[in-house]
Structure formats: C-alpha cells, structure tokens
C-alpha cells in the first residue's frame, strides 16, 4: 500500500516557497495543500508557470477562485497577513514551510500549530533559541520539536563542507567568501534602503557589492570550537541564482594536496552522497541551476599549502537549498 503523502502548507510564495512547490510536484512523498502570501492569486499562478531562472513549470497550473490546480492537486490559496487568521482546521496540514522571512521565532511561529498545523519548519537562521536542523548533518538528531529551523542556503553549504575536513583534520579557523546571487532586498536600480548597510541601497544589477554575512555565525553554531575563528563576507553578484564559495581553513597538521580530494571523494561517498558532489570538470555558475545538491565541490579550483586549504564550491543557493528543506521538512513529519 502507498504510504501516506506529507501535507505542506507554504507561507510565502516568493523564491523559496515557489522553488518548494515545483520541487513538490516532482517529488512522492509530498502534496501541496495550500498556499499562502499578500499578492495576487493570478500573479502566484503566473509566477508557478513561468520563471526566469527555471524556466516553464513542466505542468499545467489552473486557477480557479482561491484552487491553484496542477496535475490533480489542488491547493487552497490566501491572502492573510497574520497566522492566527488563517483557516488551516481541514487542511490536516503535516508542516508548514515558513518561507516569508518574518516569523523568526517559536511563539511567533505558534499561531501556525494553534490554527491546526503539525509542525512548523521555518526556511531562514531563527532569531531565538529554536532548534536548527541541516539535512545530512544534525537531521538524524530530530528530537520531536514542533517549530524547527533549516538554518541558512549558506550553512547548508558550508557546514557539511567544513565538517568534513573537521572530522578527520581538525578545524582551527576559518574565512568565508560567498560570491552570491544578488536576492528580492536588494535595489535593481540605486534607491534608499532600509539596512544600515549603505552598499545595500546600490543597483543589484550593475555592482558586485560586498556584505556583511549571517552565514559565520549560522555555520559557528555547529562548530562551538570555532565561535570565535570564522568570518563571513558575502559578494553580491550580478547573477539571479548560484553562489560560488572560496572557503579558506586552516588546520591542525599539514597534509598532501591528494588527500584532500581524496577526503572529499571518499566522504560523499560515504556520508554525503545525497547532499554533497564532487566535480572534475571545469564548469561555470549557469551549470549549477536547479542542481539539487547542497553544494558541489569543484576539486581543480581547492588547493593544499601545507596546515592551509582552500575548498571552491557551488551552490544553487534557492533550488539546492530547497532540496534540504523539503528533505527536513519529511524528518520533522514522520
């Protein structure tokens, strides 16, 4: 007998939730129950079908007053602002996918389960104590907890990354370079910003523009030695989608250059196989689109100096990192 499908509730139909529910209909273990945002429900439909990263939904979406229907499924659509109005009682709702970017807390997030949800899995670095899970990493750790965290698309990438080489070489410390795609809070054209980050109010489009990262402290939480040894700086680019990421680690003993992408080829193999890949061969940021993976290790770019590594990888920072939400959110709904 088929086994039950996951029930998924989307708040936020932006580039994560609609990345989650294209995702969804490829994948058997989940449904897409509902949706929900402030815009247009034309728009959510127009936007599900057709996107300039990924190009045409491979399905024929329908709408039809508040249904969003595509290959059978139908899913109830809303335009509520506040959790607690929302009507998710016959929904039977397994998790919810916090993709808005505004419910960063558990009793935030606890309308969620009061208004019917099972559970609530939010898909951005939490800003309390809430549990935080990385697929492939921490997951077979799942205690239970109703509202969880998947932490950041960066820590998705770099934490299994440097687990690898802290695992078998002990990590001292750290620099982190994400040249990263430029996202939604950024300016296409110069205009004022809300961030006191004053690079931020620059055009997207036109600069590379260097920020200040969340990613060293979302990546320390899971390196309690490294607290104070990791620095993050994230390089805007000019590109819609993939990041690339120069990691820079220093070790505890010196090691031949074989051996890192030795380490790396046997650790996929044996740990990471489903999260992480390895490369050999020469490719650009347009190869990795819609690459699953939560990040691609590209071996001809890594480099050994002696106690100092140098690990080049890439990342479809919405689809690779929307991959390990979907794979976090079938843990948390078992």
């Not at 960063?104 to 549990?131: H, N, W, Y």
């Not at 805007?236 to 120069?246: G, I, K, Q």
């Amino acid at each position: 007998m088929a086994s039950k499908k996951i029930r998924v509730f989307i708040n936020g139909f932006g580039r994560i939730g609609r990345c989650a529910a294209r995702i969804i209909a490829e994948d058997d273990r989940f449904v897409l129950a509902g949706v929900n945002d402030l815009y247009d429900f034309v728009q959510m439909r127009q936007l599900l079908q057709y996107d300039s990263v990924y190009g045409a939904f491979p399905h024929e979406v329908s709408l039809s007053g508040d249904k969003l229907f595509f290959d059978g499924q139908e899913s109830v659509l809303f335009n509520v602002a506040d959790p607690a109005e929302l009507a998710l009682e016959n929904l039977n709702i397994d998790v919810v996918l916090e993709c808005s970017g505004y419910f960063l807390t558990e009793e935030s997030c606890r309308p969620f389960l009061e208004r019917g949800a099972k559970k609530v899995l939010i898909s951005t670095p939490p800003q309390d104590g809430m549990p935080v899970y990385i697929w492939g990493v921490n997951d077979a750790d799942y205690a239970g907890e109703s509202i969880v965290s998947a932490s950041s698309c960066s820590a998705n990438a770099i934490v299994p990354l440097l687990k690898t080489v802290d695992d078998d070489w002990s990590v001292r410390s750290a620099m982190l370079s994400m040249y990263h795609s430029y996202t939604s809070y950024q300016r296409l054209l110069d205009g004022s910003h809300y961030s006191s980050d004053i690079r931020r109010a620059c055009s997207a489009t036109q600069n590379i523009i260097p920020l200040q990262s969340s990613a060293a402290r979302a990546t320390a939480s899971f390196f309690p030695h490294l607290h104070e040894k990791l620095y993050a700086k994230s390089i805007r680019v000019p590109l819609a989608a993939v990041t690339f990421y120069d990691i820079s680690v220093h070790i505890s003993k010196k090691v031949p250059e074989a051996d890192l992408a030795a380490l790396f080829h046997e650790t996929v193999a044996e740990k990471f196989g489903e999260t992480l890949a390895v490369s050999e061969t020469p490719k650009v940021s347009s190869d990795y689109i819609a690459d699953p993976h939560s990040a691609t290790v590209d071996l001809p770019l890594c480099s050994v100096e002696e106690d100092l590594i140098r690990i080049a990888a890439w990342q479809d920072n919405e689809y690779g990192y929307t991959s390990r939400l979907l794979d976090i959110a079938a843990t948390v709904a078992k």
